[in-house]
């Protein structure tokens, strides 16, 4: 795990040497935390190019691991982060071709598979997580690479005639001449989702490259964008070859794939543990690793005196049952409360999931005694567990047994509803308020919610405003401008021709809300403190075997995770882990009038809200101030404006 960086002048102008290197220095110290253990820059300024990387070691620990790394004939150039954990089986292979390694890296590895095979063929056979650049001597290309799944990150973009390349946006702030421009076009989207969607980037002129993306620059700016792997294209095949096994046939095939999956991603030459939150995906990663372990495995766990959050009990006595040497850490309000003003630093975009602050307490926790640790992401989106999908698949078939035609009249009524004078005129409508949505807000807001929900629309544009922080996004509300960009989300290619709604939730969030959230999460907040996380259930090969399973072989509609609970129930009782679903979250809408009240208030006041021309001032104030009074929760929508304004008064976003 590590951070790379690079500087091109494509069209040929370039600068000297010593600007150049001077400009990746900067760029690659900027995110040092990413890996604290080795740096190393390479220029070539004839051709105006510079890679710089920070290394945080973990396979190979020797010098011979150092990048930028040069391919053994001397022609390509690669700095990389991740880690392709199949790389002794490629190497092995590669010697029988033979080829001779001089150290132990995946890097290495990774140089002589791209020289033999090339770059697309080789990305297809690793098993990783990956982000990399490679630069051709000869052909005076660049590539860009990050991994399926998005468990990487990767931004590029033009900063003046230089194209620029790095791990995280705070690397290209660092350049001289940057502008730090917010493309408002973004800021609807990220409102909508608390997060911002790729290859969308809520600076100008910059993008995040999409999982199982390859980008080819040529000099003179050429450039040219490949899938070598499309999340649509693999739900299609998975449908035209569907698993024909029985339930029990399905269950020992994914134990035997995600037992291979541990296995590779407990190779490791520092020391190596898991997270163990007590729910079934953490609990099965650790089951399936302390079988494979000669030692018991270190596990941690962060506990919280609300007890409405605190699975820590229940971690505790997993981690007994199957002999792990664990950790737990009660965590007070104070020290949760404590990294609330860090998050705009380590999250160099506008970011909104409060999870992000119980994840960066446990990796910290973690880091403290080792620097890898395994996680369980990936196992709601690819077997069914959010129980927000059985809500909305029924939300939807109640909604879809309605006529059209009343449908509509009752969409426009509601809406019309919510407006002076007619107010609640049409109060006799109120009985189609059992659609479900956020909570908080004020009546009018929540009777218009649904309203907007009766509307006609495709069901991927439903489930995007059924759970977004603002709906459509209240423009007239909190937004004084409401140009937005293209919502990709409602490709209708996202979900792979599947007609099911609980498998397009599923597609849709595998592809968008888990890369652009939940890893961006994992990835930020694990990394501020130099630890590696990597994700067993988020194997390509896991992915793929998972949507060849029936629908029902994951959920019954009711309860999701089924093959899980079965492949887990071999390796623990079931009374210590069959129960209730519980987030990973914080009180953050109690901490808002209380202890965060004051530097909300900073935040929110009416002159700060205007520096940006971007917010509705009143009705933001408004909301405000009834959160403070207790009239209506609204911390859904105050929480992302919070994080927007922190975020752009952190690094001086204009």
Not at 260 to 266: C, T, Y
Not at 495 to 502: L, S
């Amino acid at each position: 795990m590590c951070g790379i960086v690079g500087l091109w002048f494509q069209h040929g102008e370039g600068c000297s040497a010593d600007e150049l290197q001077a400009s990746v220095v900067r760029m690659r110290d900027a995110i040092v935390h990413r890996g604290p253990d080795d740096a190393g820059v390479w220029v070539d300024a004839a051709a105006g190019i510079g890679l710089g990387h920070r290394r945080l070691s973990i396979i190979d620990l020797s010098p011979l691991g150092h990048q930028p790394m040069l391919g053994a004939d001397g022609r390509l150039v690669m700095v990389f982060n991740g880690e392709v954990y199949n790389f002794g089986e490629l190497r092995e292979e590669l010697e029988q071709l033979g080829h001779r390694f001089r150290g132990s890296s995946d890097s290495e590895v990774m140089l002589a598979a791209f020289s033999v095979w090339g770059v697309e063929a080789a990305v297809r056979r690793f098993v990783g997580m990956f982000a990399l650049a490679l630069w051709d001597r000869q052909e005076r290309t660049l590539t860009l690479v990050r991994d399926r799944l998005g468990k990487k990150p990767l931004y590029w973009g033009r900063v003046g005639s230089a194209l620029v390349f790095a791990s995280e946006l705070k690397a290209v702030c660092a350049l001289k001449g940057f502008p730090r421009r917010i493309d408002r076009r973004v800021v609807p989207l990220y409102l909508r989702y608390g997060y911002v969607p790729s290859p969308l980037c809520m600076y100008e002129g910059m993008h995040a490259l999409e999982p199982g993306c390859i980008l080819r620059l040529r000099a003179g700016g050429d450039e040219r964008h490949t899938r070598f792997w499309d999340l649509g294209e693999v739900l299609r095949q998975a449908r035209s070859d569907p698993f024909r096994g029985s339930e029990e046939e399905a269950a020992e095939e994914l134990e035997r794939v995600l037992r291979d999956a541990v296995r590779l991603r407990m190779i490791s030459d520092v020391p190596l543990g898991a997270f163990l939150s007590g729910g079934l995906d953490s609990s099965l990663v650790v089951a399936l690793m302390q079988a494979q372990s000669p030692r018991p495995v270190r596990t941690f766990t962060i506990g919280f005196t609300e007890r409405l959050y605190d699975e820590s009990a229940h971690a505790e006595a997993i981690a007994r049952r199957l002999g792990t040497d664990h950790t737990t850490m009660v965590v007070t309000p104070r020290e949760a409360l404590d990294v609330v003003p860090r998050l705009p630093e380590m999250y160099d975009e506008p970011f909104a999931d409060s999870s992000q602050i119980p994840t960066h307490l446990v990796s910290a926790l973690a880091r403290s005694r080792l620097t890898v640790a395994l996680s369980g992401d990936g196992g709601d989106e690819l077997l069914g567990g959010y129980t927000r999908y059985a809500d909305i698949a029924r939300d939807w078939r109640r909604r879809e047994k309605i006529p059209a035609a009343l449908r509509r009249l009752a969409s426009g009524a509601l809406e019309l509803a919510t407006r002076p004078p007619l107010a609640w005129s049409l109060a006799a409508l109120l009985p189609l308020l059992w659609l479900r949505g956020k909570r908080g807000g004020s009546l009018a807001e929540r009777v218009r919610r649904r309203g907007v929900l009766l509307a006609d629309m495709p069901f991927a544009r439903y489930y995007t405003l059924h759970g977004s922080f603002a709906l459509n996004p209240e423009p007239e509300l909190w937004l004084a401008s409401v140009s937005a960009a293209e919502d990709k989300l409602l490709d209708p290619a996202r979900t792979g021709g599947r007609n099911d709604v609980v498998e397009q939730m599923m597609a849709l969030d595998l592809g968008q809300y888990l890369p652009d959230d939940i890893l961006v999460k994992v990835d930020r907040a694990s990394m501020a403190v130099a630890l590696e996380t990597r994700g067993p259930l988020l194997d390509h090969r896991v992915v793929e075997l998972c949507w060849r399973f029936p629908l029902a072989c994951k959920t019954d509609g009711v309860t999701g995770k089924r093959l899980l609970r079965r492949v887990l129930g071999r390796h623990l009782p079931r009374p210590l882990w069959d129960r209730p679903k519980m987030g990973f979250g914080m009180p953050f809408g109690e901490w808002l009038v209380s202890d965060l009240r004051g530097w909300a208030e900073e935040l929110l006041g009416a002159a700060r809200l205007g520096e940006s021309g971007l917010w509705c001032v009143a009705s933001v104030r408004r909301a405000w101030r009834e959160q403070l009074s207790g009239v209506h929760d609204h911390r859904n929508l105050l929480w992302p404006v919070l994080m927007f304004e922190a975020w752009r008064r952190c690094w001086r976003a204009g």
